[in-house]
């Protein structure tokens, strides 16, 4: 069971869209108020095997 | 037909190509600095619908993309066909077991936040090494746990709506833990020195909005 299908279950399925809006707004680094661009710090991994 | 594979069953149940949308400049830049020339033999791991697998091609590599999901293959080869690469394919496979697949047949195995959710971690890392010919490489994405970014901050929210996980889950996010890796490679056969570690950033973009369509939160399908 994902977080959404969770959420429903337990009526709380508001509180949890509120929450993703707010980190969404929160991180969102768009210039254009309409549009939404948000970045994500990612690990890069390279492996070379013999 | 419903499948049996709890892994495959949770991405096929949610539509990524949305999400996917929002990817594709992250993705051409980070294939763009791989330094892919024509005719290079590439494995995308976990491809979904080829956010990373096309761009490549479209550089000139011959490239497979496999994915557990065959919603997301089928989306993929539709892709590829629309963009005219011949020398893109997609088929379903599991990241941990590619039986499909022979020894030492890719000069490059690509996963970009794609192998990282297959489970078992250490099944993951032998059959790339497997795949990949000596002196090939291997190049994964993989998000970081606790990161203050988007990624990390929508698994905190959303576990804390979901039920606990079963006993003796490992977390993806794992993958995106140096030490994880470095012992993950090493049962694989893979020397510490061959592994090499940077942090990167890859931006989600969501155009602007038409009046009628769904906001970006409503577009997460939220995965373990």
Redesign the interface.
């Known amino acids: ?4 299908e ?2 429903e279950k ?1 009526g ?1 399925a508001g ?3 509120k ?3 707010a ?2 707004s929160r ?1 969102n680094k ?1 210039p ?1 108020r ?17 | 037909m419903t499948s049996t594979n709890p892994n495959k069953a949770l991405w096929e149940k949610g539509d990524f190509t949305r999400i996917a949308e929002s990817m594709r400049e992250s993705g051409e830049a980070l294939v763009g600095g791989l330094g892919i020339t024509k005719g290079l033999r590439i494995l995308d791991l976990g491809c979904g619908d080829g956010t990373t697998a096309l761009p490549a091609a479209r550089l000139g590599a011959d490239v497979l993309g496999v994915d557990i999901a065959s919603n997301l293959v089928e989306a993929g080869n539709k892709r590829a066909k629309e963009q005219g690469l011949a020398n893109c394919k997609f088929q379903e496979g599991d990241a941990s077991n590619l039986h499909a697949l022979k020894d030492h047949s890719f000069d490059l195995v690509v996963s970009i936040f794609g192998a990282m959710f297959a489970p078992k971690p250490f099944d993951v890392a032998k059959e790339m090494v497997r795949v990949t010919r000596p002196g090939g490489r291997i190049v994964m994405g993989n998000w970081i746990p606790n990161d203050p970014t988007l990624v990390a901050q929508i698994l905190k929210i959303s576990a804390s709506y979901a039920p606990p996980p079963p006993e003796g889950f490992v977390s993806p996010m794992m993958w995106g833990v140096e030490s994880n890796v470095v012992e993950r490679f090493a049962a694989a056969g893979v020397a510490n020195e061959a592994i090499s570690f940077a942090r990167d950033t890859y931006t989600f973009n969501f155009p602007a909005r038409q009046q009628s369509s769904s906001t970006p939160s409503e577009n997460i399908t939220v995965q373990p």
Do not use: H
């Not at chain 1, 069971?1 to 959404?4: I, K, P, Q, T, V």
């Not at chain 1, 309409?34 to 013999?50: E, G, Y």
């Open positions: 069971m994902n977080a959404f969770a959420a337990n709380r509180d949890l869209q929450e993703l809006e980190l969404f991180e768009s254009n309409n549009a939404t661009s948000i970045p994500a710090s990612f690990l890069r991994v390279t492996v070379v095997p013999n």
